[in-house]
């Protein structure tokens, strides 16, 4: 057998040779030496495989409890996420809500104030007009849109803005500025307007802006002209004669 023979070699023996005693005894001894490595071997391989299959069991174990509370804090960090969602577009619907209800309250508003016969405005610290109603524009014959966002100074003139100039300054002082002034349109007639410059100020005390409100006075001027004229009248002639005058109404009212 070629094992049997490189074992022979080693001990210096030939495998024709007849052997003695001692040869036999060395062969015996080293054989039973390599069974004996072969055990020591094969019981460290049993050993380590032993060793192997406990960490291999261990670690399966670490892995099962690691997962396990992976598991735990996906499923917490689901059931929040969830919640935040839910509390996220409840929020969405009710600023959406809030934002239907403002926009028709807007709505109402500007209903009301471009049916007023009242010309209103808002103009800011920087004295840009940031509302205006539609008595407003269509006394300035303009559209909104070529208002809002103008300088006082470039919508109305240069000499228009030098006369409320003064009012400008009051009302950026904290205090209501009002006024009377009469404008001359294209056709010739005189309109009587007055109004008042209303601050607007902040919770710091700043002022940022100011409310403007106009009327049209021209017909109560008229009216107040026309009554001032008859007076006038009625006296002249009360001043020619002695006897008595007066004047009634179809009622007989004087």
């Not at 074992?7 to 005894?25: E, I, N, T, V």
């Not at 209303?198 to 710091?204: F, N, Q, W, Y």
């Not at 009554?227 to 020619?240: D, K, S, V």
Request: hydrophobic letters at 40%.
């Amino acid at each position: 057998h070629p094992l049997l023979a490189r074992q022979l070699d080693r001990l210096g023996l030939s495998p024709d040779a007849q052997p003695d005693a001692a040869s036999w005894a060395r062969l015996i001894d080293r054989i039973d030496a390599a069974y004996t490595q072969a055990d020591q071997a094969r019981e460290m391989v049993e050993r380590s495989m032993t060793l192997s299959s406990r960490e291999m069991q261990d670690l399966h174990d670490r892995l099962r409890v690691a997962n396990d509370e992976l598991e735990h804090k996906v499923r917490s960090r689901t059931d929040e996420l969830q919640r935040l969602n839910e509390s996220l577009r409840a929020e969405v619907d009710e600023r959406r809500r809030t934002e239907a209800a403002l926009a028709k309250s807007e709505r109402w508003i500007r209903l009301v104030n471009d049916s007023l016969p009242v010309m209103l405005a808002y103009v800011d610290a920087g004295e840009t007009y940031r509302y205006i109603n539609e008595p407003y524009s269509k006394r300035l014959g303009l559209p909104p849109g070529g208002i809002v966002g103008q300088q006082v100074r470039d919508v109305i003139g240069e000499s228009v803005y030098a006369i409320i100039r003064p009012h400008i300054v009051t009302v950026m002082t904290g205090q209501v500025a009002s006024f009377e002034r009469t404008q001359t349109d294209a056709a010739g007639a005189v309109h009587w307007f007055t109004g008042e410059f209303v601050p607007d100020i902040d919770d710091a005390g700043t002022v940022v802006g100011f409310y403007v409100m106009v009327i049209d006075v021209t017909a109560q001027k008229s009216a107040e002209r026309t009554a001032l004229q008859n007076e006038m009248r009625f006296r002249g002639l009360t001043a020619l004669s002695s006897d008595w005058y007066w004047e009634q109404d179809t009622e007989l009212r004087f």
